[in-house]
Antibody, heavy 113, light 112 residues
């Protein structure tokens, strides 16, 4: 059974760095990529970036200068780091695998000024 | 970036009615392998999105055949026959042919 679960802080101060972890089970990170998607409250979905099964990454160009995605395959974890947070980065952050076939429950991150 | 234009933005439907949602992309979604990576997702209130259809017309496991997807190149349609209450929520089209992957703005399906 495939599962993904996001974890990390619920409140971050503006200008600081967000660190989130996606812990997966039921599949290997060396077999499937993981995508991060975010959703501001009441708005639509934004694709943030992907870490491919070979460890390569691709990022949304709008976020690329602030975003990095890494992983620890031994722990089945994918990490998102985004710096210089602003209030409009307040969103539910999801990790998803299998080309959107599997989703975590999402974690709401609020950026406070 | 590929722009995904979904219409209508909202739909009011009676239970048992059929509806269609359109998704048009600014570029062809045919990948170099000949496949088209256009998917449909449903986000019910307060829940994570759930993929219903992948690669235009393939139903995910457990998705009833009241759902169907059609289309090609840049023009795609999701049809829901005999809408049930559990079908309500926001539908998104999503493309994974090009990077960055992009989503439509969503179509909210509500009860009339």
């Amino acid at each position: 059974q495939v599962q993904l679960k996001e974890s990390g802080p619920v409140l971050v101060q503006a200008s600081e760095t967000l660190s989130l972890t996606c812990t997966v089970s039921g599949f290997s990170l060396t077999n499937y990529g993981v995508i991060w998607v975010r959703q501001p409250p009441g708005k639509g979905l934004e694709w943030m970036g992907i870490i491919w099964r070979n460890g390569n990454t691709d990022y949304n160009s709008a976020l690329k200068s602030r975003l990095s995605i890494n992983r620890d395959t031994s722990k089945s974890q994918v990490f998102l780091k985004m710096n210089s947070l602003q209030t409009d980065d307040t969103a539910i952050y999801y990790c998803t695998g299998g080309w959107f076939a599997y989703w975590g429950q999402g974690t709401l991150v609020t950026v406070s000024s | 970036d590929v722009v995904m234009t979904q219409t209508p933005p909202s739909l009011s439907v009676a239970i048992g009615q059929s509806v269609s949602i359109s998704c048009k992309s600014s570029q062809s979604l045919v990948y170099s392998d000949g496949k088209t990576y256009l998917h449909w997702l449903l986000q019910s209130s307060g829940r994570s999105p759930k993929r219903l259809i992948y690669q235009v017309s393939n139903l995910d496991s457990g998705v009833p055949d009241r759902f169907s997807g059609t289309g090609s190149q840049k023009d795609f349609t999701l049809k829901i026959s005999r809408v049930e209450a559990k079908d309500l929520g926001v539908y998104y089209c999503a493309q994974t042919t090009h990077f960055p992957n992009t989503f439509g703005a969503g179509t909210k399906l509500e009860l009339k």
